[in-house]
């Protein structure tokens, strides 16, 4: 299955507005009374504002001509009141709509989040780590900026326009059409701009995306930068990163703002309209000042809304763009499904078992091809073969990292998809190449993922280490289990790390443990101690062994060769060997 989210088709990488927005709302479905309470406030706060110019035009006929200047301060009185409340409900609904945009953004963070721990390492593997973090942080703040700062202010807008618009056709039917006309104009030039707008905006958002991805990338690897001494093939990489940003920030800016001018230009062509054929109006005695005041506001307020929308709609349409970024990845399933039925199968015993067996990559070519072997409880089996020969890929669908293109892989008898991940991680244990640790203490790294020892205190665990005749491997930590540990690796060496790996697979006690090179990076004398107690194992762990260093495998059970999409029992030590020589040589 593709996952690489920059090569989806155009057809899943687009999504209409009418869906986005009912994709969005049902983010926010659970805020629908704070929604409400805001839209109460937005609609109060809208007549308000619409009322005004009536009142002024009926002040200027009925008190300013006539010099009736008490009528003109009560009028001013209760201009005051409504404006002073106007300002409260403004206030109320920015209040929240802020609170909703944050949860908004708490939510959708969740969200983005727990379907990436859902989505298998091959999504992970066929994506820029720096990327997806530009979708988890930035694109969903995009969205967030618009719930928080611009939705009421949209709703508000249109709700003013729209009250602006009947008082201007109530007025005078025929001077109002004259006066929308223009609004028609904008409707049509909005249409039109809008999908180009999106495309700027979600082009600049995938090169931000990219951007961080480099960023992060060159910063993972700025030890073999400096090794090499290539700081200009650091800066070059992101220069080019950073040009190809400013060039799309640059479109996306031209294109956010190219609706403010044009709106701006067609509403001074609409008070122009107002002007000219009001004073005709007047002129003919069908209109009167006060009216043409109104009149005049009434356009105002029709206008600078919809130069407000110009900027709001900018808003909606990046907000459209970020969320085309994220739903991309709520929309991915994982390939790795659990089945419900666990009925074990007859023609397999305890212990695990490949049957007919074929592997490929995401668009890559078969790299196992009708596999079949058995892995038998309590013993040792070691992987060998060259470089690229699969052994790895091999350990993995041992342990369900991938599941197979063909062929099922069976734990205990059973199909292996039939347990759940939680039941599979406590019978599997992984070793990786590069043991992965976290910020925080050699405690924290072993207990991770061990629910059966968190909530042990450093003496109970090391009591449980000691049982596990790991205390050896723990004393070469000179703060022992409260020694720091940062996810980048620069307090402990390579060995440690891989040591730290080792004791924290073995304290799961699993049925089967996997180790994939786990003795690449440390010493003679702590890799015999390593062999020793994997003999101390209990005796029904299977070992599954990948090692290039052949005496690792010495004690093996059973050796299989692995090349060429085979794996191949290979018999005696020397017999492996003599493979592992033809296959290099082949090779």
Known sequence: MNYNINQLSGQQQKTSSLKAVKKLYSLIAHEKRNLIIA???????????????????????????TKQYNGVLMIGGILLAMYLLALGTSYMQTKLMGSVGQRTLFTLRNALFNKLQELPIAFFNQNKAGDLISRLNNDTDKINQFF???LMQFIGSIVTMTGAGVFLLAIN?????????PALLILIFTMMVSPWVKRKNAT???????????????????????????????????????????????GAGMANNVFLPVYGLFSSLAQLIVLALGIYLISTGSF?????????????????????????????????AGWDRIS????????????????????????????????????????????????????TYALVGPTGGGKTTTASLIARLYDPTHGTVFLNGRDIRTYSAEERAKKISFILQEPILFTGTVKDNLLYGNEQLLKYNNEELEEVIKESHLQKLLSVFEQGLDTPVSASGE??????????????????????????????????????????????????????????????????????????????????????VEMLMQGKRAS
Do not use: C
């Open 491 to 576: 307090s402990i060496s390579l060995g440690q790390k891989q040591l730290i790996a080792f004791m924290r697979a073995v304290l799961r006690n699993p049925e089967i443990l996997i180790l994939d090179e786990a003795s690449a990076n440390i010493d003679t004398v702590t890799e015999h101690l390593l062999t020793e107690i994997l003999d101390q194992l209990p005796e029904q762990t299977t070992r599954v062994i990948i090692a290039h260093r052949l005496n690792t495998i010495e004690k093996a059970d059973e050796i299989f060769f692995v090349n060429s999409g085979n794996v191949i029992p290979a018999g005696s030590l020397d017999h492996a």
């Open 204 to 250: 600049n958002l995938k090169s931000v995306g990219s951007m961080s991805a480099e960023i992060q990338e060159s910063l993972n690897n700025f030890r073999v930068i400096i090794a090499f001494n290539r700081r200009d093939y650091f800066l070059k990489r992101f220069n080019d990163a950073n040009h190809q940003n400013y060039n799309t920030a640059i």
């Open 39 to 65: 839209l109460i406030a937005i609609l109060v706060n809208s007549s308000l504002q619409l009322v005004g110019p009536l009142l002024i035009g009926h002040a200027v006929d009925a008190y300013v001509t």
């Open 328 to 379: 991309q990845i709520l929309s991915l399933q994982s390939n790795l499904t659990d089945r419900s039925t666990g009925e074990t199968t007859a023609l397999h015993k305890p212990g695990l078992a490949f049957q007919n067996v074929s592997f490929a990559y995401p668009n890559g070519s078969e790299i196992l091809h009708h596999v079949s072997f058995d892995l038998l409880p309590g013993k």
């Open 173 to 181: 039917i025929e001077l109002g059409a004259a006066t929308l006309l």
């Open 148 to 150: 928080s700062q611009s």
């Open 288 to 320: 009167t000042i006060g009216l043409l005041v109104s009149y005049l506001a009434y356009a105002v307020n029709f206008y600078n809304p919809l130069r407000q929308l110009a900027a709001l709609w900018t808003s909606f349409q990046v907000a459209m």
